[in-house]
């Protein structure tokens, strides 16, 4: 065997067994009665969930502007985050340009409600999750880190922790787009 052939089966090897090292990433689908459509999320589990009956923290990421449930997982190795720190990871979907905001206008966007109401209820009912504020977190990107920062307000009974990474906290031309003030409390 050449030198380069070893290497490589050297490479194929150590990926075939980190890769058993690694949480689980899948896509789940949750109703939105608000909506009336299902809307895909990402969840990422660690190791650790399969081998103990514990619960676990999660953390919820948003993705950004004209953005996906898929950004983070595109973007991001999640599963081996999730294994070194113990947490569940959830991407919802909050649409393209949502603002994680209930639309005063259209009826189809309703990300507030779909997150606060519908899939934190789902997570909770379907994994083994720390089913209280002290076990929730959330923060995004862009667009999801105005949502990270507007739900975490708009709902402190839910999340104990909140981040924002280059949040949009301006929403002077949305709310122009829309033709009237979006109601905040």
């Given at each position: 065997?050449?030198?380069?052939?070893?290497?490589?089966?050297?490479?194929?090897?150590?990926?075939?067994?980190?890769?058993?090292?690694?949480?689980?990433?899948?896509?789940?689908?949750?109703?939105?009665?608000?909506?009336?459509?299902?809307?895909?999320?990402?969840?990422?589990?660690?190791?650790?969930?399969?081998?103990?009956?514990?619960?676990?923290?999660?953390?919820?990421?948003?993705?950004?502007?004209?953005?996906?449930?898929?950004?983070?997982?595109?973007?991001?190795?999640?599963?081996?985050?999730?294994?070194?720190?113990?947490?569940?990871?959830?991407?919802?979907?909050?649409?393209?340009?949502?603002?994680?905001?209930?639309?005063?206008?259209?009826?189809?966007?309703?990300?507030?409600?779909?997150?606060?109401?519908?899939?934190?209820?789902?997570?909770?009912?379907?994994?083994?999750?720390i089913k209280a504020r002290g076990g929730r977190a959330i923060t995004g990107l862009s667009m999801g880190g105005h949502g990270?920062?507007?739900?975490?307000?708009?709902?402190?009974?839910?999340?104990?922790?909140?981040?924002?990474?280059?949040?949009?906290?301006?929403?002077?031309?949305?709310?122009?787009?829309?033709?009237?003030?979006?109601?905040?409390?």
């Amino acid at each position: 065997m050449s030198k380069r052939s070893g290497i490589t089966v050297f490479i194929v090897a150590l990926l075939f067994l980190s890769s058993g090292f690694a949480g689980t990433l899948d896509t789940l689908y949750i109703n939105s009665s608000a909506m009336h459509k299902t809307i895909p999320a990402v969840i990422v589990l660690p190791d650790a969930y399969s081998d103990s009956d514990q619960n676990f923290s999660v953390i919820y990421l948003l993705h950004g502007y004209s953005g996906s449930y898929k950004d983070w997982p595109a973007h991001v190795d999640l599963p081996p985050l999730a294994d070194r720190y113990g947490f569940i990871l959830v991407c919802p979907d909050g649409g393209y340009d949502s603002w994680y905001l209930d639309s005063p206008v259209d009826p189809a966007s309703q990300y507030e409600t779909h997150i606060s109401k519908e899939v934190i209820p789902y997570i909770d009912a379907h994994y083994r999750t720390i089913k209280a504020r002290g076990g929730r977190a959330i923060t995004g990107l862009s667009m999801g880190g105005h949502g990270a920062l507007y739900l975490a307000m708009r709902h402190a009974s839910l999340f104990y922790a909140a981040s924002s990474m280059s949040g949009g906290v301006d929403l002077t031309f949305w709310l122009e787009r829309w033709g009237k003030p979006v109601p905040l409390a």
